[in-house]
């Protein structure tokens, strides 16, 4: 069983930036993937980033050049960092983990986080 613990989610101005972490627990398969997804009001959910089991980093288009997916091994931790957020980036943010070779589909998730609210205001 694996625990997943968003947090770092809140309230900012458009421009502004913010750095959600994920804390695991539990039995974390070798080499698997970790990502995030996002669920906007009234949308369904959809990727935003991965890293894979190879340290490959992916990202949706529109998130691309703001947005910085990390991990640190040691503290089990996953974070992104967002950086000029935009009102349509306005969610609640969810941590994933799946298999070693892709995490870009709600179908890859093995297990998800609770999630943590993200609002920007224009």
């Known amino acids: 069983q694996v625990q997943l613990v968003e947090s770092g989610g809140g309230s900012v101005q458009a421009g502004g930036s913010l750095r959600l972490s994920c804390a695991a627990s539990g039995y974390i398969y070798p080499g698997s993937s970790m990502g995030w997804f996002r669920q906007g009001p009234g949308k369904e959910r959809e990727w935003v980033a991965s890293v894979n089991g190879a340290g490959k980093t992916t990202y949706r288009d529109s998130v691309k050049g703001r947005f910085t997916i990390s991990q640190d091994n040691a503290k089990r931790t996953l974070y992104l960092q967002m950086n000029n957020l935009k009102p349509e980036d306005t969610a609640m943010y969810y941590c994933?983990?799946?298999?070693?070779?892709?995490?870009?589909?709600?179908?890859?998730?093995?297990?998800w986080g609770q999630g943590t609210q993200v609002t920007v205001s224009s």
């Open positions: 994933a983990h799946g298999p070693p070779a892709d995490l870009s589909t709600i179908p890859d998730v093995w297990y």
